[in-house]
């Protein structure tokens, strides 16, 4: 048996960039053999196994035909006399369809190294058009790569607008889809896949709400950028500026979506947009299947971003609402969360990346002032049940108030 390098692990080398994890794949052996030698199978459907030292993932080469919808209509075919080429050919972007021996020879049938000089990322063969996920790894490439001043080659992109066109993308399963789009998230340039998205059609079929934010205008005093798409991709590129988890990225990209329900008569303004978009941040978090820290925290964000904006101005008694939303007594970090995401919003904006958020520190502030309220006191007093809620809050009031007149000296 011959084994090699594949995938990541080569792409990254010859890129000087570090490589994590290993993919290898293994060319003329049979289960039994690689049973024999001590490799733990894994999975049911695919000729894969974990090095018993290392724990890295050993593919048997394979073919692969698609045999009907999505991702489970896929039939493989692996047996030793499958060749490297053979296997390398299935690959999404030659990029990725390079192979490396323990020499450091590189078998490269399909010019990944010249597409990688070109800074192209390029399908292999048309194949590619078999699993729709390819038109997400593609976007998430892009964004990964895009420091490196990548781009989608023209006949890529013209192939994963044909298959955004034919339907296929809905046959994804939520927890694929949602693999690739919360890995891209977390790229340094996560707008970046989105643009991709969208320039390919995808968007529109993945996530409309998202979409429909581009044209749609807003007032040039709060957004000298004006398009809700541009403001959005903003906030996006902000968050992973400034090192954001997944929750607030997440929460950034649909914190405005409610502005794509807007009459066009009433623009560019958008009144109530943050209660009227929950229902279709709560749609976007369902179709993918949404992790419940990632699906709250949007929700939220959704919900109270002018909140956040107009934290110096709101009463008290708002003031104390907002913190009983986010449950701030028990849930200190979503509170967190919230802040850093409404503080991206303010700046993705043209020209306003740099402005000062007095909000943040305003808005921290108002939470330690109502958790210092202790309860022990009023336990003391005698309050129970339903009262003792009562007088916690009205002493969480009091404290707020003394916070709003010491902030605003
Ligand atoms: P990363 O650094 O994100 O791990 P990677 O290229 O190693 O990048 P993996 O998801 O680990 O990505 O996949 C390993 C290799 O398997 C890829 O380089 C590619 O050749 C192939 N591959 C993975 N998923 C697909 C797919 N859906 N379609 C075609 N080829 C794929
Ligand atoms: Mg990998």
């Known amino acids: 048996m011959r084994i090699y390098k594949v995938g990541g692990a080569v792409r990254d080398r010859l890129l000087g960039k570090p490589v994590t994890d290993i993919d290898w794949v293994v060319v003329g052996a049979t289960t039994e053999e690689m049973l024999a ?10 000729p894969v196994f974990l090095h018993p030292k290392s724990g890295e993932e ?8 698609k045999s ?10 692996a047996s030793p006399e499958v060749t490297l080429e053979e296997d390398l050919i299935r690959r999404d972007l030659t990029i990725n369809a390079m192979a490396e ?8 049938p399909y010019h990944g190294q010249r597409d990688l000089e070109a800074r192209l990322l390029r399908h292999v063969s048309p194949a590619f058009a078999e699993d729709p996920l390819r038109v997400l790894r593609v976007a998430r490439f892009a964004a990964r790569y895009a420091a490196l001043d990548f781009s989608v080659a023209a006949e890529t992109l013209e192939l994963m607008r044909q298959l955004s066109e034919s339907g296929e993308l809905e ?11 919360s890995r891209a998230l977390m ?7 989105v643009e991709v998205l969208r320039a390919c059609g995808a968007l529109k079929v993945l996530m409309p709400e998202v979409d429909a934010l581009f044209g749609v205008p807003q007032p040039p005093a709060h957004h000298p950028e004006i398009d809700t798409g541009t403001h959005t991709l903003s906030v996006l590129q902000q968050a992973a500026l400034h090192k954001q988890p997944l929750t607030v990225r997440w929460a950034c990209l649909l914190h405005d979506l409610g502005k794509g329900l807007t009459p066009e008569d009433e623009w560019p303004r958008h009144i109530a947009h943050e209660f009227k ?6 749609a976007v978090n369902e179709r993918f299947k949404v992790p419940r820290d990632c699906q709250e925290l949007a929700l939220l964000v959704g919900e109270y971003h002018t909140h956040g904006h107009r934290a110096l101005e709101l009463k008290p008694s708002t003031l104390l609402e907002l913190l009983q939303s986010f449950d701030v007594y028990r849930r200190p970090q979503r509170f967190e969360e919230f802040i850093a995401a409404c503080e991206m919003d303010a700046r993705g904006r043209k020209g306003l990346e740099q402005r000062s958020y007095p909000q943040a520190d305003y808005l921290r502030g108002a939470a330690t002032a109502a958790r210092s309220v202790a309860v022990q006191p009023l336990l003391e007093k005698g309050f129970k049940g339903p009262e003792l809620g009562e007088a916690i809050k009205r002493e969480r009031l009091k404290a707020l ?4 007149e010491t902030a605003s000296i």
């Open 401 to 404: 108030k003394a916070y709003k």
């Open 277 to 282: 978009g929950l229902k279709l941040i709560k």
């Open 37 to 46: 030698k001590g490799f733990r199978p894994v999975g049911a459907d695919f």
């Open 58 to 65: 050993y593919a048997l080469a394979r073919t692969e035909r």
């Open 68 to 77: 009907g919808r999505g991702y489970g209509g896929f039939t493989f075919h």
């Open 187 to 193: 790229e340094d340039q996560p707008q970046v896949f």
């Open 101 to 108: 021996d323990d020499q450091q020879n590189l078998t490269d």
């Open 171 to 181: 046959a994804l399963t939520p927890e694929r889809s949602w693999k690739e789009i």
